[in-house]
């Protein structure tokens, strides 16, 4: 039988630390490897199967669009894709009444930083210490961290640092008038689930009304219902000026977005950004049946009676110091270590995903995980702990 592991790994960059395992199935909250041997994906696929894997109504849509018409880019008009657009405008609050379509997350931040500098006529941006925003040059300014940056030092953009939840420490930095925008992950995910109370987000909001600064909300993890409302923002009575999102916006199928205010769309001219591939069927197709299938089928709120079953079970075992989080993006703090604890799940037949931190796991199971499965994944969870 071929050894997968050893052909990827003999021909592909060493980029990714990956663990021994080769999927080749998903179904629901569970994947199969290429031994038959199945795993429970508390992981959810990399933040990515909100829906679980292989949806069926988004592999059917998937289908269809790929026999109909697999792609075409911007140069020309789609049914496919103003519907997806409508239905994603429809979703965000009213002041964010346009989109940008692209393939990626750290392409839908490169984009909104872009529409920042191009809006303000500034060039500085505040980010803040635990960030994570992406790997292209612009999104990776203002992405935290001496470890990705190091190499790029000299043609990185500047970026002011200031402690996540800290709204003096962002006034202080917008004195000077040439910031362009203000981007942050309004829950922390790679730095361990971390969310500041609500009045920092307001005062945010507020900073950047009164300095003419863009404020931008990183949405690839938080967004498309994971927290329990379709945007963080909600949750706080927050409208950033643009919204980033990807991850779970295709549920599995790569696609990227930029939620942008009517104010900024007013400045965008044509060819003042673009991608061959943004907007492409396939992706649209998926967006569209991911959205519909979100709202018919009340995800969001299922995501809050998932934390909360996850975050009770946790409270309950020993050798868990804390729960953070918000429907299916949870942080657990342990007492010890926390990888030993991911290749020992994994052993059990549980993938879960580790963090910045070293003592905290990161779960972003899909938000329609049954209780049961939650149930089970619980059991083994603590066996492990034991
Ligand atoms: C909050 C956040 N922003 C941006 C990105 C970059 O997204 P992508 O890997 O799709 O470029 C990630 C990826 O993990 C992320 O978690």
């Not at 998937?62 to 409508?86: C, D, I, K, M, T």
């Not at 941006?125 to 940056?149: D, I, M, N, P, Q």
């Not at 409208?239 to 900024?264: E, F, H, M, Q, Y």
């Not at 796991?361 to 899909?366: D, G, S, V």
């Amino acid at each position: 039988m071929t050894d997968w592991l050893a052909l990827e790994d003999a021909v592909t960059l060493p980029t990714y630390a990956k663990p021994p395992v080769a999927l080749v199935r998903g179904e629901g909250t569970r994947v199969w490897d290429a031994d038959g041997r199945e795993y429970l994906d508390v992981y959810g696929g990399h933040c990515v199967a909100l829906l679980g894997h292989c949806p069926p109504r988004v592999v059917e849509a998937v289908r269809r669009q790929a026999g109909r018409l697999l792609f075409y880019s911007n140069a020309v008009y789609s049914p496919v894709r103003a519907e997806a657009a409508a239905a994603l405008v429809a979703l965000a609050p009213d002041a964010l009444g346009r989109v940008f379509w692209c393939n990626s997350g750290t392409e839908a931040n490169e984009t909104a930083l872009k529409l920042a500098r191009a809006t303000t006529g500034r060039s500085r941006v505040v980010a803040f210490a635990g960030g994570f925003h992406g790997r292209t040059l612009g999104s990776l300014a203002a992405t935290w961290g001496e470890k990705y940056h190091a190499p790029y030092a000299s043609v990185l953009p500047e970026t002011t640092w200031v402690p996540f939840g800290w709204e003096g420490a962002v006034e202080e930095a917008l004195v000077g008038e040439d910031v362009a925008a203000v981007i942050l992950e309004p829950i922390q995910s790679m730095s361990g689930i971390t969310e500041a109370p609500p009045r920092f987000y307001q005062a945010l909001r507020e900073i950047c009304d009164r300095t003419g600064t863009v404020l931008i909300f990183d949405e690839v993890q938080t967004g498309v219902g994971r927290t329990g409302a379709f945007l963080y923002g909600e949750h706080v009575g927050v409208t950033p000026d643009l919204v980033t999102l990807a991850k779970s916006l295709g549920a599995g199928v790569p696609v990227g977005a930029v939620l942008v205010s009517d104010a900024i769309a007013e400045t965008v001219r044509p060819g003042d950004q673009g991608t061959t591939f943004g907007g492409g069927m396939l992706a649209m197709a998926a967006v569209r049946a991911t959205l519909a299938q979100l709202v018919e089928d009340d995800l969001m709120t299922r995501a809050a009676a998932l934390f909360e079953r996850l975050a009770a079970g946790f409270r309950a075992t020993g050798g868990v110091v804390e729960v953070r989080g918000r429907g299916g993006l949870v942080g657990v703090t342990l007492d010890r270590p926390a990888p030993p604890v991911r290749d020992a799940l994994r052993e059990a037949g549980v993938l879960v995903g580790g963090s910045g931190r070293a003592d905290t796991l990161r779960l972003m199971p899909p938000l329609t995980m049954t209780d049961a499965e939650v149930d089970d994944f619980l059991e083994r969870f603590a066996a492990v702990l034991a």
